[in-house]
């Protein structure tokens, strides 16, 4: 059974940092950040490949940094300068080479920036 775990979310002033991790029972070809706010649509947020490559939604660009260590199957959001507006239940996300779409999913972390 494939399991992903989210931990490291909480509350934080604007302009402060965040750091999430998500560690998983298995390696993914592309592990990625999602977050979704009350209302709103699930948003892609970051992503990063086995070999290390890596893609940013443009509003977090310059802030956020993702990163996994394939060792320990897990990966992590580096969330700095973090606005109210980043705040969001944060998913991990898993996606096995050759799928074209995320195929397993975590119980996500509450991110919450007061301003």
């Known amino acids: 059974q494939v399991q992903l775990v989210e931990s490291g979310g909480g509350l934080v002033q604007a302009g402060g940092s965040l750091r999430l991790s998500c560690a998983a029972s298995g390696s993914f070809y592309r592990m990625g950040w999602f977050r979704q706010a009350p209302g709103k649509e699930r948003e892609f947020v970051a992503a990063i490949t086995l070999s290390g490559g890596t893609t940013y939604t443009d509003s977090v660009k310059g802030r956020f940094t993702i990163s996994r260590d394939n060792a320990k199957n897990t990966v992590y959001l580096q969330m700095n300068s973090l606005k109210p507006e980043d705040t969001a239940v944060y998913y991990c996300?898993?996606?096995?080479?050759?799928?074209?779409?995320?195929?397993?999913w975590g119980r996500g972390t509450q991110v919450t920036v007061s301003s």
């Open positions: 996300a898993g996606q096995i080479r050759g799928s074209s779409n995320y195929n397993y």
